[in-house]
DNA sequence: GTCTATATATTGATAGAC
DNA sequence: GTCTATCAATATATAGAC
């Protein structure tokens, strides 16, 4: 196979592994044997299974828009609806994985401790670009809210709101939290924009 | 020493280490050198290190109230203040651990992706005794809330603000993105609280 | 109940031929 | 770039004397 295609396949496979299992649990030699590929190529390609990890969180910056964002902004020019579009999307892959997904980033966030710099930095950049374009979204109807609400803490709020219903969705394996967090977050939404602006 | 201290001691040392590195990279030995005790001790009182994390979620349980709870709600007895006074505990907890620590429960909520079901039960235990003691507090002033408020659905909204918000403050190891979410809970319930009723 | 010594499996990573 | 074989370390758990 192409050379690409062993090094993609790679990042693919543990992306899977990691999401399903958590990193500790997942095995280099698991990981090897569901990709079918040795461990030869393995490190030939990674300095390691921590440099397939950073490679993981790279991947998921790069699909944020692909995967997470058009796919809602397509359906809908309306900003707050667009927001709301987004969060939906999380009750689907928690409905997709019998709420026993959750957000990628988030379990990561949560089970390495004490991460790697480079780690680290990668979840922050996951979870900035997220924010800054719900935070873009805000802006754009930015006239509809009260002059004295922080824009930017609002959007740090929705992204707060989606991660705290899905872990509370994941533990319990009921959609009920992530709905009922939702609903709560759009009454607040709703007082705030209570007239046209 | 006491036999019971023994035991105590296993559970205290695991849960510091489960909290500070999370399950799956704490070791049983490294438990067991902490703790000074030795490997026969252990596999006497437990049946092994998943029962370890049995009675640490167990501990947590029991201390919810003594320690989280008791120490706020005795300096007010005003319900809302209570809330916002908890959830200022978090923050005097991410303060504590330079923003490395979090919240125990759910660190384990979200690293253990298919977790034994006794592990999940308490996982869902601890976080519904907190969600209900949230949710007295709100019952008790129900009066002030708009009627259609669904109040179980904000007490679940109050503990998804502060793991959302615990969440990324540990990610980006600052108060800020907690701050925030606090912020944006507490103007919401002014919103709902806009006059006595 | 506690002790030491050890079993067995699995971990991440490497060597060196092709 | 890929292959097989294997290393050294660590994992959890156990055996059996005291």
Chains 1, 2 share one sequence.
Not at 75 to 86: A, K, L, M, S, Y
Not at 101 to 126: M, T
Request: proline fraction near 5%.
């Amino acid at each position: 196979m192409p050379a690409t295609q062993t090094r993609q396949r790679l990042v693919e496979t543990a992306r899977d592994l990691f999401y399903r299992q958590g990193y500790a649990r997942t095995g280099v030699a698991q990981i090897l044997k569901q990709a079918g590929v040795n461990s030869g190529s393995l490190y030939h390609y990674f300095g390691g299974k921590q440099d397939l990890l950073v490679a993981v969180l790279e991947h998921y910056r790069e699909n944020l828009w692909p995967e997470v964002l058009d796919p809602v902004f397509d359906r809908t020019d309306e900003p707050i609806e667009r927001i709301f579009g987004v969060l939906d999307g999380y009750r689907n892959m928690l409905l997709l994985t019998g709420c026993g997904g959750g957000c990628p980033i988030g379990n990561l966030a949560l089970e390495l401790a004490d991460p790697d710099p480079r780690v680290r930095a990668l979840l922050v950049e996951n979870f900035e670009n997220w924010r800054k374009a719900i935070g873009a979204c805000i802006d754009q109807a930015a006239h509809r809210f009260p002059a004295e609400i922080d824009t930017d803490a609002l959007s740090t709020f929705v992204l707060t709101a989606m991660e705290g219903g899905v872990m509370q969705a994941r533990t319990h394996r009921s959609l009920a939290p992530f709905e009922a967090s939702v609903a709560m977050l759009r009454d607040y939404f709703d007082r705030l924009l209570v007239r046209d602006r």
